[in-house]
């Protein structure tokens, strides 16, 4: 049973250098901010344990409990131990690549060391410190929590159930299984479909994106890596990634696309959570502007975080930049 209020010196802590996750001797994460420390709580249970939210796994059975890190590791365990058997939750949070920066994940995997062993699990989460209320929604691989400006998702194999703004279940696991559970944020995408929309009402019309070219030779076909010349044809597909362009090349790029469509104008959407993609658009667009004599429009959000997408600073700066457009075709 997750217990109430528990001392500090009962949590063990994991972490990916943005965030971390406060991990208790019941096996219940009982706080965790997403996407970054300073960012509002998903989990706070550790302040509220009715309210606050939580991800609790423990064995079913009566056990006493144990918890230790993999040596050198912020891998995390949580062993309980029974007449029936020993079962472990092994808990850390992985460091994201380059490419994954704003990625964070709790990976919780769940085994049996010895005998058959039985887990239950419970999964609450309390948006922004428990004040927004979000929707759950299961399917095969797991659930997905929504509320109005965040997203999470509890992968699994293991069967869920719903219960109100929860999920629960119990599961058995014989000696030397296990079972994986993985929660993260996953992009708002309501975000992106009313940053379009911004668009929409002015009735544009996107004729060219850089966007596509981000991981490779997308309008040159799917990428086949050949057996005979292995490093080469990986070679010529990461060539054509934009992400690997430099400053000429992507502007060059640009100016192509402004000239042969005939555009009216360029948006440039630097997203914070990719920077290789959304580095020097400050520069992009001020070239543009000289030497296309072409209106753009640079704005600076993110569809991922939500702290750093506001729809009535975007929608302003949309409006001035169609105003400007409505003006220079009246001229």
Known sequence: MRQAYKDLHSYGIIGDCHTAALVGMDGSIDWFCYPAFDAPSVFAAILDHEKGGHFHIEGAAQTTRKQLYFPDTNVLITRFLSDKGVGEVQDFMPIATDHEVERHRIIRRVTSVRGAMA??????????????????????????????????????????????????????????????????????????????????????????????????????????????????????????????????????????YVRDYAADGVVIHSIKSCR????????????????????????????????YFSEAQTRNRVDAFFETLSVRGRS
């Open 276 to 307: 290789s993609f959304s580095m020097g658009q400050g520069d992009i667009r001020e070239y543009l502007a000289k030497e296309c004599d072409i209106p753009t429009l640079l704005i600076e959000s993110d569809h991922v975080d939500p702290r």
């Open 119 to 256: 887990f239950r699990l419970s999964c609450l989460p309390a948006f922004d410190y428990a004040r927004a209320a979000h929707k759950v929604v299961l399917h095969k691989q797991g659930a997905v929590f929504r509320s109005p400006k965040q997203t999470m998702a509890l992968l699994t194999r293991v069967p869920l159930r719903k219960a109100g703004p929860e999920v629960h279940a119990q599961f058995t696991l014989e000696p030397g299984e296990s079972s994986t559970f993985v929660f993260e944020g996953v992009p708002n995408y309501p975000f992106f479909r009313r940053f379009w929309n911004l668009f929409r009402e002015h009735n544009a019309r996107g004729v060219a994106s850089t966007y596509p070219k981000v991981a490779g030779m997308v309008d040159t076909g799917s990428f086949h890596l050949d057996p005979a010349r292995p490093m080469e044809s990986l070679a010529e597909y990461m060539i054509h990634a934009y992400c690997n362009w430099n400053m000429p090349m992507r502007t060059h790029l640009l100016e192509r």
